[in-house]
Every structure is written in C-alpha cells, then in structure tokens.
C-alpha cells in the first residue's frame, strides 16, 4: 500500500475518517480497517481458494435469491454474480488483504468480500470502484445475509470441499498398504508385543493391519464430510433470519445447490445452527485420528528399518537424502519422521479447535476464524504429508526376506509355536536354556532329539497363518 490514488469517506459506529486507496484495488475502508487491524498471520482469506470460493458461492447465490425474492434488480444481480465468478476465478485475491486469522468474529473477513464484490460489480456496470453509487457491499452484496450465517456457512463448504482430496490421498495410502500387504503375505516376520519377541506372523499381515486401519480412516473422514451439508445461512444475525424475505431461504439453497453440485440444506433449528460448531469437533478429531493412527504406522517403520547393522533392519525403506553433515553415508527415516511430526502439529490444531469450539458465546461463536484456520493447516499437511509418504516411502519400502526369517527362528518366539506340540512347561524349559546359552532353541531341539528342524519350520509355518481367516 505505498501509492494511494483512490480516496473512500465512511462514517460508521462514531468513527468519521478519510482512507486512501490505490486506484488498482477492489477493497474498500472496512477491509483496509481489517488489514490495518487484524494482521497477525501471513495468510490472507484469499490463500486457500476453497475458502475464497465458498465465500464467492454463498454472495452468488444470495444475490439470485435475492433476485427471486424481489430484493435485487436483475442489473445488479447480473453484475453481482459476473464478480463472483471473477473472484472464484482468481482475478481478485491481492484485494481480498484481510488476515484468515482476523479476530473481528468473521465482520473483516465478510466486508473484505463484500466490498470486492461490490466494487468488482460497480466495473461491470461502467462505473468507477469506491463509489457504490450502483452496487453497495451492505445493501446489495450482503442482502438478506449476516456474517453470522455467510461466515460459518463459506468455512462448511471450503471444508466439504478440501476434505474430498485428503480422503482420495489415505484412500490411495490404503491401496499401496493392501499392495504390499501382498508382495509380503510369504515373508516370515517375528511378531513383537512390548518390543520383545512374541510369535510367528506374516510381514504381509503386519501391512493387512495397515491397510484395514488406513480403509477405516477414509470411510470415517467420508463420514464426518457428510455432516458438513446442513448450513446456516438464511439465519442473518442470530437465527431468527431478521432482514431476509420469506422466500430467500429456500431460493438460497436451491440456487447454492446448482452452484456448488452439493445439495446444502437448512437447519432443523435454526438457532442451534448459529450458536454451536460441534461438527468442527467432529471434523478435527478425524483429522487427529487420522494423523496419530498413520504416525503410529510410521513409527513402527522407524523401527523395523532401523539399522543398518546395529537395529532390526527387516524393512528397508527408500533412501530419501543425506541424514547426517558430520556422519558418512549414513541415512535418516526421514519421511516417516516428518509424518510423525506432521501429527504433532495437527494434534496442536485440534486443541486450538476444541477450544474455540467451546468458548463461542450465546447467540454465536465468534471464534470461527481460529477454527478455519486450524481446519485448513490439518487438512492441508495431510493432504500433502500423506501424498509424499505413499509416493517417496510406501511405495518403495522392501523386505530383507532372510533377516526376517533369521529373527524369526532364532528367537524365543518359536517357543510359542511349539506349545500345541510339546507342550507349556517341556517348551518354557528349553527356552530358557536356549537364552542362558545363547543357542537357537531349534538347535537345542534338533540336538536333543526332541523336534527336528523340519518338524519345527512346519510348527512355525502354522502359527504363523491366522486361525480364523476371512
């Protein structure tokens, strides 16, 4: 804001004022306010184009229900649309300023749009921005509406909308899961419980495990978007829809629906619609399910690749980049470590979303933005985190068959496959022998007479297949 060419006078709520602005820009004084203000993030309402879209879509379909209900003339509504689609297209975000993270309950961020529009609509019609001598970003771009409907209703659908992506990637994650759950369903892999040696298993099934968990994740994430349809717009300022036609309710969500291809709807209760974001709970605790359960996966990688010499080394994951500037050739579990790392931070932003959630007051929750900003980081990083480890790690993890299978057999584990055979206390006894001596307990075995290593191997091969298979 260096060369100011266009000057706007506004008196609102005692405050008279001059404030200039560059000729270029499509804002007008509340966002300057807003700017000036509220800037506290390096993210404006226009960074994620879901948000600047949803917003768009919600002043679009006002202005044709408002046309319905006899409120705007078909002009300006003509006029109004054309500037929502330049704003969705794009065309407009260095005037959309406003901070995502404003703390004005959501106004700076609405009157940012308000005014962009407006002024966008007054070049439509031939006549200069600044003016609203034709098209006013209250009277004309805000019918029928309030921030307190137009706010919440915007984060719904950019929500609905950027959640479609994040399911598509922990979909494709699942499908590279159940891929290696089969490249590896014949590896013999030692089960560990505690991280001690437990039982004989499948490395392939050590992946089913991760593959159902991963479906799962998806289905759920598919199920908390479903409960973003119900919106509250046609509310205005508290719910009572004070200042909106009788007919602009129903005209609203018909035309938003034939915008967007999502059929939103109203409320049963109005009032509940404005006072709670419950479902933003909801939503952010997928999102932290989601990013703690595929930590966890990662953590486990972590330690079955961990090595080369001195760890278990049964996995071997691609080799990303350098992991040391002072240690030679040696390689870091590097993506697996930035998922773990992007849980820590999405884990941080529902806490951040809880407590929004439960400090709204009365009639509204004036700390929507905090919320949108949380909702879109967590979506974001997974989108783009999960993305990264299916492609660079999943994809190319391979099995060190061998090490797998020598860890397999030379553990106390084989202890457990031998039970049905020769029973509890004969297999706890030479298992304990097998330890003070720091022999294969299957070379004790074979030694003694007591099982050979055939007869062994084809204990293990059986415990290692489930008992109750699908």
Do not use: W
């Amino acid at each position: 804001m260096n060369t100011f060419e266009r000057k706007e006078t506004r008196q609102e709520h005692d405050y008279v004022g001059d404030v200039l602005i560059p000729a270029d820009k499509l804002y007008g004084v509340n966002s300057v306010r807003g700017f000036d203000n509220l800037s506290v993030s390096p993210l404006t309402v226009a960074h994620y184009a879901e948000f600047r879209d949803a917003f768009a879509q919600c002043k679009q379909a006002a202005a044709l229900a408002n046309l319905d209900s006899g409120v705007l003339d078909a002009e300006r509504c003509a006029a109004i649309v054309q500037a929502c689609k330049d704003v969705i297209d794009g065309q407009c975000d260095d005037s959309l300023i406003v901070d995502l993270l404003e703390g004005s309950g959501g106004t700076s961020t609405n009157m940012n749009f308000n005014e962009v529009i407006a002024n966008r609509a007054q070049q439509v019609l031939g006549h200069a921005a600044g003016s609203y001598d034709v098209v006013h970003p209250n009277d004309h771009v805000n019918g029928s509406q309030s921030t307190n409907d137009v706010y919440p209703a915007a984060l719904k659908i950019a929500t609905h909308a950027m959640l479609a992506p994040l399911i598509d990637e922990v979909q494709k994650l699942a499908a590279q899961f159940d891929q290696k759950a089969e490249q590896f369903a014949d590896v013999l892999h030692l089960g560990r419980t505690c991280l001690q040696d437990a039982q004989p298993m499948r490395l392939g099934q050590l992946f089913s495990g991760y593959a159902s968990l991963t479906h799962r994740l998806a289905e759920e994430l598919g199920a908390v978007r479903g409960k973003l349809h119900t919106l509250p717009l046609g509310g205005t300022a508290i719910g009572t829809g004070f200042g909106a036609p009788a007919a602009y309710r129903d005209a609203v969500y018909r035309h938003l629906g034939e915008i967007t291809g999502v059929a939103y709807q109203a409320p049963s209760n109005p009032f509940d619609a404005m006072q709670n974001m419950d479902v933003f709970s909801r939503v952010s605790g997928e999102l932290r399910t989601c990013s703690a359960s595929l930590a966890k996966i990662a953590s486990d990688l972590t330690v079955l690749s961990s090595g080369p010499v001195g760890g278990i080394g049964e996995l071997k994951l691609p080799e990303a980049q350098a992991g040391s500037s002072i240690m030679p050739g040696k390689v870091n579990p590097v993506l697996p470590m930035a998922m773990i790392q992007l849980s820590f931070a999405v884990i941080g932003n529902d806490v951040a979303v809880a407590q929004a959630v439960q400090y709204g007051e009365l009639e509204i929750n004036h700390f929507e933005p905090v919320v949108a900003s949380r909702i879109f980081d967590s979506i974001a990083l997974l989108t783009n985190g999960i993305r990264r480890f299916r492609e660079k790690c999943i994809a190319g993890i391979s099995a060190d068959v061998a090490r797998n299978e020598a860890h397999l057999v030379n553990s106390m584990a084989v202890a457990t496959a031998l039970v049905p055979t020769l029973g509890y206390a004969s297999v706890s006894k030479l298992a304990r022998q097998s330890v003070n001596e720091g022999r294969s307990l299957l070379a004790i075995m074979e030694e003694s007479g007591i099982l050979s290593q055939t007869e062994a191997m084809a204990a293990i091969e059986k415990a290692s297949r489930p008992v109750f298979e699908s």
